[in-house]
């Protein structure tokens, strides 16, 4: 059964980077058939999806995080990665990692999730 | 692009039914049949529910059901029982590689 695992820094100061990973278990990184992703959730708010990765290195990003966004992956260990440069307390959320499904384009969503990771930005 | 937008709260006696919207525009919702739905308890995860605006995964109980018209998606719970209650969340593709997620439903049983 395919697992997902988000780990990083809990607190992360204002105009500093967070830094995040996601570790993948039960299954391969590198399959064809799906994408990684980033979602978060601000607390007592809605989801927002931040972006995602295909194990090429294939980047996709949510437009109005996409200045600050980069995402990475090691295939090598089923790792990928979330940067999210220049935080603020507007940042301060769960974020979770979740495999998206594909299917060479031809289905579209988010399953399973990480458990998600509270990342608070302050000082 | 913006969020899709979804009623912020739905309720329901047990054994009646509930049925959420989920109102995009012609861009996302309208254009693929790629609306999906997650369940989300109280300090856990989101779950999926429905692909593709109306398969449900194994394990999914059959009262959860999806449909769609234009730009409006819907969900819909029939039969409610207590462990329903919880926020749920649609979410479309919008092109690109881009996806979207509804603003939030919080379903009460009563």
């Known amino acids: 059964q395919l697992q997902l695992q988000e780990s990083g820094p809990g607190l992360v100061k204002p105009s500093e980077t967070l830094s995040l990973s996601c570790t993948v278990s039960?299954?391969?990184?590198?399959?064809?058939?799906?994408?990684w992703g980033w979602i978060r959730q601000p607390p007592g708010k809605g989801l927002e999806w931040i972006g995602s990765?295909?194990?090429?290195?294939?980047?996709y990003y949510n437009p109005s995080l996409k200045s600050r966004v980069t995402m990475s992956v090691d295939t090598s260990k089923n790792l990928f990665f979330l940067k999210l440069r220049s935080v603020t307390a507007a940042d301060t959320a769960v974020y979770y990692c979740?495999?998206?499904?594909?299917?060479?384009?031809?289905?579209?969503?988010?399953?399973?999730w990480g458990q998600g990771t509270l990342v608070t930005v302050s000082s | 692009q913006s969020a899709l937008t979804q009623p912020p709260s739905a309720s329901g006696s047990p054994g009646q039914s509930v049925t959420i919207s989920c109102t995009g525009t012609s861009s996302d919702v309208g254009d693929y049949n790629y609306v999906s739905w997650y369940q989300q308890h109280p300090g856990k995860a989101p779950k999926l529910m429905i692909y593709?605006?109306?398969k449900r995964p194994s394990g999914v109980p059959g009262r959860f059901s999806g449909s769609k018209s234009g730009n409006t998606a819907s969900l819909t719970v029939s039969g409610l029982q207590a462990e329903d209650e919880a926020d749920y969340y649609c979410?479309?593709?919008?092109?690109?590689?881009?996806?979207?997620f509804g603003t939030g439903t919080k379903v009460t049983v009563l």
């Open positions: 990765i295909y194990h090429t290195g294939s980047t």
């Open positions: 979410s479309s593709y919008a092109g690109s590689n881009v996806y979207v």
């Open positions: 039960g299954g391969s990184i590198s399959s064809s058939s799906y994408y």
């Open positions: 593709e605006v109306s």
């Open positions: 979740a495999r998206v499904a594909y299917c060479g384009g031809d289905c579209r969503w988010f399953d399973p």
